[in-house]
């Protein structure tokens, strides 16, 4: 369990920092996806911030459990909110916040099993 939850957490975590690269260097992708939804560009930066924070908790979380389990639970909600963006804007583009949902849902219930 130990090794897939390395595995989950390196690839989680390369996910979320080219997300947050991509909201700090405002690809236009994002930047007409994102606005499109109705997320404001001065929440870009915080947003970005939040992704390395959680990107670094499950890379340190290899080494220490309880900010593996921590970082696990707030890209979980990190992403429950993107996906209430989504579904308020009737967007059907769900599948990219679902994805990297259910990754640190697994990230989770791997940490929790390796503990």
């Known amino acids: 369990m130990f090794i897939a939850y390395i595995i989950v957490s390196i690839v989680l975590a ?6 947050a690269w991509a909201k700090l260097t405002r690809d236009d992708r994002v930047v007409t ?19 390395v924070a959680g990107a670094a908790g499950l890379l340190l979380g290899i080494a220490f459990a309880p900010l593996g389990i921590a970082a696990a639970i707030g890209v ?10 989504h579904l308020r804007a009737r967007d059907k583009a ?14 989770l219930i791997l940490r929790f099993a390796a503990s």
């Open 14 to 19: 390369l996910m979320l920092v080219a997300s």
């Open 33 to 51: 996806g994102m606005t499109g939804l109705g997320v404001p560009l001065r929440w870009f930066p915080p947003l970005a911030a939040c992704e």
């Open 94 to 107: 769900v599948v990219p916040p679902l994805l990297l949902l259910s990754l640190a849902v697994l990230a």
């Open 76 to 85: 979980i909600l990190y992403f429950v909110g993107a996906l209430y963006f």
